[in-house]
Nanobody, 116 residues
Framework: QVQLVESGGGLVQPGESLRLSCAAS????????MGWHRQAPGNQRELVAS???????NYLDSVKGRFTISRDNFKNTLYLQMNSLKPEDTAVYYC??????????WGQGTQVTVSS
């Protein structure tokens, strides 16, 4: 049974930082591709960043240089360090796990609001 629990969201001003965490239960975290997605009101959910089991990363163009995805396979935890936040980063952020056989699991989401 896999469960993903996000935390770390909140309300910040433009230019500030937040660190999101996603704690995973189960035993497949280290072999899974992990990702952060976000969905703003009226928009489709989009992939923000992903990281493979080997540590290769990929980012949405608009967050490159500002966001950093990382993982701790000993703690079964995924992170997203978000710096220089902009109002357009406001969204619900979701953690996603894709197992080695292709099954996807989602967290419940955490709200990030960037506003002055």
């Amino acid at each position: 049974q896999v469960q993903l629990v996000e935390s770390g969201g909140g309300l910040v001003q433009p230019g500030e930082s937040l660190r999101l965490s996603c704690a995973a239960s189960g035993s497949i975290f280290s072999s899974s591709i992990m990702g952060w997605h976000r969905q703003a009101p009226g928009n489709q959910r989009e992939l923000v960043a992903s990281i493979t089991s080997g540590g290769n990363t990929n980012y949405l163009d608009s967050v490159k240089g500002r966001f950093t995805i990382s993982r701790d396979n000993f703690k079964n935890t995924l992170y997203l360090q978000m710096n220089s936040l902009k109002p357009e980063d406001t969204a619900v952020y979701y953690c996603r796990m894709t197992s080695s056989w292709g099954k996807a699991y989602w967290g419940q989401g955490t709200q990030v609001t960037v506003s002055s």
